[in-house]
């Protein structure tokens, strides 16, 4: 397969997969996230990097926002918000991490292209990505493991950020001084 074509598969697959978020899981999101004193973000792998990169989107947008693990992550509590990202929902560091959160008290919204799995059960709220995973051939994504799943969580996060963005009336300005400048 020449690049063009793997990457017109990787788009029409992405396309398919974004327009079957549900808005209102999105919205639910969002108001979370207006509502939540510090936001906290786990997952693990490519997902736990998906997480990574919204934390840090968040605090461009001027929120508290921590990595769970980090050496600085403070306590979380009452007030707070736990961001879980499992593609399969079944991931037992980011189940075990999102009971933990609720147990301190906190929220949770996982997002995970599996409804029905443990990792949802225990959330606040859902945003269910639909992303197919495992043979083409099969109904599933051309692409290795849950590639579709993760470029689409990183697409519907940024989304999110930026409705948040607009909401907070934070200019790409007022950002930058925000962004790391010991790079």
């Known amino acids: 397969m020449e690049?063009?074509?793997?990457?017109?598969?990787?788009?029409?697959?992405?396309?398919?997969?974004?327009?079957?978020?549900s808005q209102r899981q999105a919205g639910a999101l969002h108001r979370l996230?207006?509502?939540?004193?510090?936001?906290?973000?786990?997952?693990?792998?490519?997902?736990?990097l998906v997480a990574r990169c919204f934390?840090?989107?968040?605090?461009?947008?001027?929120?508290?926002?921590h990595v769970v693990g980090g050496t600085t992550t403070p306590a979380f509590g009452e007030g707070n918000l736990l961001i879980a990202v499992?593609?399969?929902?079944?991931?037992?560091?980011?189940?075990?991490?999102?009971?933990?959160?609720?147990?301190?008290?906190?929220r949770v919204a996982a997002v995970t292209a599996a409804e029905g799995s443990p990792l949802a059960a225990a959330a606040d709220i859902v945003l269910v990505i639909p992303a197919a995973h495992g043979s083409a051939g099969q109904g599933g994504s051309?692409?290795?493991g849950r590639s579709l799943f993760e470029q689409a969580a990183l697409l519907v996060l940024d989304a999110v950020?930026?409705?948040?963005?607009?909401?907070?009336?934070?200019?790409?300005?007022?950002?930058?001084?925000?962004?790391?400048?010991?790079?």
Request: hydrophobic share 40%; aromatic share 4%.
């Open 3 to 21: 690049f063009d074509e793997s990457l017109r598969a990787i788009l029409e697959e992405l396309t398919r997969t974004l327009g079957g978020v």
């Open 33 to 48: 996230l207006s509502e939540s004193k510090d936001v906290f973000v786990t997952g693990e792998g490519r997902s736990g």
């Open 55 to 65: 934390a840090m989107r968040l605090m461009h947008l001027g929120l508290a926002a």
């Open 86 to 106: 499992s593609g399969s929902g079944e991931t037992d560091l980011t189940c075990t991490v999102a009971r933990l959160a609720k147990e301190a008290g906190g």
């Open 142 to 144: 051309a692409q290795y």
């Open 161 to 183: 950020a930026l409705q948040l963005q607009r909401k907070l009336d934070q200019a790409a300005e007022k950002m930058d001084t925000r962004h790391a400048n010991l790079e």
